[in-house]
């Protein structure tokens, strides 16, 4: 069965508490307020075609090898060929669930873990088999030996996001290695969501999936626009591997459904020459918002908030009964000062029922004056919320 998203279910509560007068603070949803580039907006406004014709399967060539250039800037030295452009890192990631795995077949992620991938493998007819990361630690990779536990026979692939979408947690090279051990072990791929490669702070370092050696016929790279250069709408995203017999399969979807859209790529194209005075300013400006979150919840009574290195997203333990009746009573029966909060209840990020019902994935995505307004509706509803545990 098809998933509800935890991130969208809740919108018509939120429509509904608008209509009542209410202020919403949107944090249930990576949708980022900072500005598209212009460069990018520009060449959709100066298109000049006659014809908005089909791109080739792959996605418009001129893109890809433009795309190689951006990726040699991160030490990821790979040809057009090697990569399939696809509507946004979902359509992505559908490709490649389908050329690696077939029904039935299982795929490793530890949880949380962006509730979508549950969507995919539904799409896919694949099974996700979940490993526990936990709060304490920071949500840091579990242990090989919980990799061990669940590797059996229909096992085919792990997918890891990094940094994290929801936790915000940023993998160690150590970590990264681990999981080449256990792909090149029981040859596996290995995916690895990487569309929030920019957003790493206090002065840590983006590793890569494909900086591992020796993993070449393993590792399937997911990327996006989306996040990267604010530009969540344009849905394009992208496929990376140098296993030639997994992209020719992986083509034969992509020519299924003909070619990645035009507009899109025309302004995903443009973008990559966006300055580097950009991400400056965007991760200046994301980190104070990661610490007006951090420091808010870690304030409140009974609350606990890792501090992320990567993303903008936390995940954050809160003295409530269950996640979801929480954030759906912030929306329908809860107000301070005619305002209140939308976030997302974890409980939608976990496969294993019954985890997730004290956390809540927080969007750090809106400035830092609306953070601060949103994270004290919070504290004040922590007071007065019925199903408080503490």
């Known amino acids: ?107 490793i992620i530890p949880e949380p873990f962006y509730a979508n991938y549950n969507g995919f493998a539904v799409n896919a007819g694949v099974k996700v088999v979940p490993i526990p990361s936990d709060i304490e630690t920071g949500f840091a990779l579990p242990p090989i030996s919980e990799f061990e536990k669940v590797i059996g026979p229909k096992t085919k692939a792990i997918m890891v996001c990094n940094p994290n979408n929801p936790t915000g947690y940023l993998y160690s090279r150590e970590e990264l290695e681990t999981l080449k051990t256990i792909a090149l072990k029981h040859d596996l791929y290995l995916f690895a969501d990487e569309v929030y490669r920019e957003f790493c702070y206090d002065g840590k370092k983006h590793i890569s999936v494909m900086h591992l050696d020796g993993l070449d016929d393993n590792v399937i790279l997911i990327d996006s626009v989306s996040k990267r250069y604010s530009a969540c709408g344009v849905r394009i995203g992208c496929m990376i591997s140098k296993n030639k017999e997994l ?96 976030l997302a209840p974890a409980t939608g990020f976990y496969a294993t029922k019954g985890r997730g019902l004290d956390e809540v994935r927080i969007s750090y995505v809106l400035n830092t004056n609306d953070l601060k307004a949103s994270m004290k509706c919070l504290e004040e509803a922590l007071k007065v919320y019925p199903g408080k545990t503490n």
């Open 1 to 107: 069965m098809m998933p509800e998203s935890p991130i969208r279910k809740l919108v018509p509560y939120a429509e509904a508490a608008k209509g009542r007068g209410v202020n919403v603070y949107h944090l249930n949803i990576g949708q980022p307020d900072i500005e598209t580039p212009e460069v990018a907006l520009n060449a959709i406004r100066n298109f000049d075609q006659k014809v908005v014709a089909y791109s080739h399967s792959a996605g418009i060539l001129s893109y890809r090898e433009k795309l190689v250039g951006y990726y040699k800037k991160h030490d990821i030295h790979i040809t057009a060929d090697d990569i399939i452009i696809g509507a946004g890192a979902s359509e992505a990631i559908l490709f490649a669930m389908n050329s690696c795995m077939d029904a039935g077949d299982e795929i």
């Open 247 to 342: 992209m020719a399969t992986a083509m034969k979807f992509a020519q299924a459904r003909l070619s990645p859209p035009t507009f899109g790529q025309v302004a995903a194209e443009a973008a990559i020459e966006t300055p580097d005075s950009y991400f400056v300013e965007v991760l200046e400006e994301y980190l104070a918002r990661r610490n007006v979150v951090v420091e808010a919840i870690n304030k409140m009574k009974d609350a606990f908030c890792p501090n992320p290195l990567g993303a903008f997203y936390v995940v954050a333990k809160l003295p409530i009964d269950d996640s979801d009746k929480f954030c759906q009573w912030l929306l329908e029966d809860f107000a301070y000062n005619n305002e209140t909060v939308m």
